[in-house]
Structures are given as C-alpha cells and as structure tokens.
Nanobody
Framework: QVQLVESGGGLVQLGGSLRLSCAAS??????MGWYRQAPGKQRELVAV???????NYADPVKGRFTISRDNAKNTVSLQMNSLKPEDTAVYYC???????????WGQGTQVTVSS
C-alpha cells in the first residue's frame, strides 16, 4: 500500500523559511514533487525532481525554493526561503509509481506566510 506522509508546514513571517518533508512508502517512485493549492485556486506545480535528480520549478519560486530527494529513504524535501504571503497554501507531496506511472498524493500540509 502506497503512503505519502508530509511534515513541516506552519506559520512563518514574510521573508522567513520553512522546510517540508515527505516520506513515501509502499513502492519505488520515479518523479516526486510538491504542488500547492491556495483558497479559491487550482492546485499548481511548485517543484518536481526525477529519480536521477533533474529538477523543475514553477517560475514564482525559482531562486527561493530548493527541492531534493533521498532515493534510499524514499523521501523528498522542499526548502522554502524568502517566503511571501502569496506562498500561503496547502502543499501536497506527489509521487509517481515507477511500475505503473500512477500518481499518489499526500494529505497536504498548511503553509501560512504572514505580512
């Protein structure tokens, strides 16, 4: 059974930093990443990373966020620096099963940036 468990969200002030972590279990995963959904908006990509380490970032977070993963531990992390109020959202971990390409989601973790 595939399971993704996120941690690390919270409340931070403008310009602050947070680190999100996601522990995946139950399979081996190719692309892993983070998405976010703000109130009244659609879920959007934040950053993804392939098993080989290739990364892709959404333009609004380039230069501020860094995604990383540990294949041995099946974890993916998102270091978020210089946070802005517009980064406020529920952040979701995503992982693609290497065997059938099915996508799995975590339960989400709230990130709130106050001004």
């Amino acid at each position: 059974q595939v399971q993704l468990v996120e941690s690390g969200g919270g409340l931070v002030q403008l310009g602050g930093s947070l680190r999100l972590s996601c522990a995946a279990s139950g399979s081996i995963f190719s692309t892993m990443g983070w998405y976010r959904q703000a109130p009244g908006k659609q879920r959007e990509l934040v950053a993804v990373i392939t098993r080989g380490g290739t990364t892709n970032y959404a333009d609004p977070v380039k230069g501020r966020f860094t995604i990383s993963r540990d294949n041995a531990k099946n974890t993916v992390s998102l270091q978020m620096n210089s946070l802005k109020p517009e980064d406020t959202a529920v952040y979701y971990c995503n992982a693609q099963n290497v065997f059938d390409s099915r996508n799995y989601w975590g339960q989400g973790t709230q990130v709130t940036v106050s001004s």
